[in-house]
């Protein structure tokens, strides 16, 4: 079963109170995602680290629920 936009929004915004999240369904299906998401908690964390919080933000439904999501983790002063 895919993942609504507001799911993913809701998941990412639980996990990073402060995120603007810019979601981007590539495949038109609910099931393949591009998030871009600028949180200040990313503040001194390895692009690695980035992407393993906001994959530990969705509770293990990725790659059950939801096929893929790519994230683009930012900090505010990376996008200002």
Known sequence: MPMSA?????HLTEAFPDAVVDL??????EDHWVAVVISSAFEGMSRVNR????NAALKGKLGTVVHSVSFDAKTPTEVA
Request: hydrophobic share 25%.
């Open 6 to 10: 507001e799911e993913l929004r809701a």
């Open 24 to 29: 981007n369904d590539t495949a038109g299906d």
């Open 51 to 54: 992407y393993r919080a906001c």
